[in-house]
């Protein structure tokens, strides 16, 4: 089994930074890719930021220039960098993950259970 465990939410005042991590522990092959999620009150889930095991990434276009993904795949482990946070980037955040159990079976998505980010005066 694999799980995901998120961390470093919680609450920050607008244009404060704040650093999430994902480890990713049990059973794994290989990952194929990682990223963050995020969904607001109200609002759909929506991508923020994306990292293969290649290291190319993608970004949603209002995260772009303030939000930086990256990975340690030693530790299987990957962070989100936020800086200039805006009371909209207030969500719970999910951590994901692309990858395959052993070495002949089908990728899966795997997610976390998601953490708080708050920002707020």
């Known amino acids: 089994q694999v799980q995901l465990v998120e961390s470093g939410g919680g609450l920050v005042q607008p244009g404060g930074s704040l650093r999430l991590s994902c480890a990713a522990s049990?059973?794994?092959?290989?990952?194929?890719?990682m990223g963050w999620y995020r969904q607001a009150p109200g609002k759909e889930r929506e991508l923020v930021a994306v990292?293969?095991?290649?290291?190319?990434?993608n970004y949603a276009d209002s995260m772009k220039g303030r939000f930086t993904i990256s990975r340690d795949n030693a530790k299987n482990t990957v962070y989100l960098q936020m800086n200039g946070l805006k009371p909209e980037d207030t969500a719970v955040y999910f951590c994901?993950?692309?990858?395959?159990?052993?070495?002949?079976?089908?990728?899966?998505?795997?997610w976390g259970k998601g953490t708080l980010v708050t920002v707020s005066a």
């Open positions: 994901y993950a692309y990858l395959k159990i052993t070495p002949i079976s089908s990728d899966i998505n795997v």
């Open positions: 049990g059973s794994i092959f290989s990952i194929n890719a």
């Open positions: 990292i293969t095991s290649g290291g190319s990434t």
